[in-house]
């Protein structure tokens, strides 16, 4: 969710206006005070259980991840290196 900005106004003293404080407070407790057996909160653990499934079933178990090639893999040598010659060395 993007970051939403709103200006309050002050008072001469620095201190917002009642609605306003009513407005930033309501923006820093969203989401503290959820309960999580509450029947939205078990709704929404459902629908993210069903989303990750779902995820999860287009995926092939025949497919497999592979990590992509090093530098050197795609770096084209101009001959045939023979079994006796190190050109790079993990540690």
Do not use: H, W
Not at 32 to 51: G, H, M, P, V, Y
């Amino acid at each position: 969710m993007p970051a939403q900005f709103e200006f309050v106004s002050t008072s001469d003293f620095g201190k917002p206006k009642p609605g306003d404080r009513r407005l930033i407070r309501s923006r820093c407790m969203q989401g503290k005070n959820k309960r999580t057996e509450s029947r939205r909160s078990i709704q929404e653990a459902r629908k993210d259980a069903k989303l990750a499934a779902q995820k999860s079933q287009t995926l092939q178990p025949n497919e497999t991840l592979r990590p992509p090639p090093s530098g050197l893999a795609l770096v084209q040598l101009p001959g045939e290196l023979g079994d006796d010659k190190i050109l790079f060395k993990c540690k």
